[in-house]
């Protein structure tokens, strides 16, 4: 089965060895997508210390910013949001910010209404609160 990699000129870069996208038959597959921003380190919502701790971040502003961030790499991999079929999200305190979370994910996803699981993580490899695994059927 072909296989073929994606990167977005759009999203921020990974922060490993990994593409943005590959494409394994009729389906797309996108890595973890955090909020960060293309060309810069700096997260939106989060303020860090001089030692790169989190001090305060806003859910709702990384939840807008991973949402952009998914529409990027779909985009320049030939899809579209609603091909969308299976969501797995990770947050980093599920008690403070599910409620925001999910109220943002039903507006974005108030059409297309994909499988989704959402876990409770410790942390993740930067500092960010919410980081999303998505699947989209692309078809041929």
Sequence with gaps: MEKQD???????EPVGAYPHAKRVGDFL???GVGPRQKGTKKIPGVELDEKGNIIS?????QCH???QN????LEDAGAKWENIVDVTVFLT???DDFSIYNQLYAEYFKENKPCRTTLEINCLPT???IELKVMAYVGK
Excluded: E, G, H, W
């Design 93 to 95: 305190n599920m008690k």
């Design 65 to 67: 910013a991973v949402f």
């Design 127 to 129: 500092p960010i609160a």
């Design 57 to 61: 971040y806003d859910i709702a502003i």
């Design 70 to 73: 998914i529409k990027y790499i």
């Design 6 to 12: 994606f990167n977005s000129s759009q999203a921020p």
């Design 29 to 31: 597959f996108l890595s």
